[in-house]
């Protein structure tokens, strides 16, 4: 059974930082990208950013970029987000999901349960 369990949300202050985690299971880690979306309160899913499947490609929304680093341990089956420099409008329950193939390309098919982020002074 495929789980990924996210940890480390939090209450955070402006301009501060924070770093998830989701433990992966269930599945050959190493043989597929890994992805962050989140969901503001009352919005859709945004996409954070994508790790391939051996760690050598990164990509981020333009919004994150600079401030958001994504980074994967095969050894733990963990996939990381340090979130750096955190603004208000960064309030949104982070998942972790599992990509498809082992490359960039969207497309997921689980999703970890979710973890809530508020930055709020």
């Known amino acids: 059974e495929v789980q990924l369990v996210e940890s480390g949300g939090d209450l955070v202050q402006p301009g501060g930082s924070l770093r998830l985690s989701c433990v992966a299971s269930?599945?050959?880690?190493?043989?597929?990208?890994m992805s962050w979306v989140r969901q503001a309160p009352g919005k859709g899913l945004e996409w954070v950013s994508v790790?391939?499947?051996?760690?050598?490609?990164?990509r981020y929304s333009d919004i994150m970029k600079g401030r958001f680093f994504i980074s994967r341990d095969k050894a733990k089956n963990t996939l990381n987000l340090q979130m750096n420099n955190q603004q208000p409008e960064d309030t949104a329950v982070y998942y972790c999901?599992?990509?498809?193939?082992?490359?960039?390309?969207?497309?997921?098919?689980?999703w970890g349960q979710g973890i809530q982020v508020t930055v709020s002074s």
């Open positions: 790790v391939n499947s051996v760690g050598d490609t990164i």
């Open positions: 269930g599945f050959t880690f190493c043989s597929f990208a």
């Open positions: 999901a599992k990509n498809l193939l082992h490359d960039q390309e969207p497309g997921y098919d689980y």
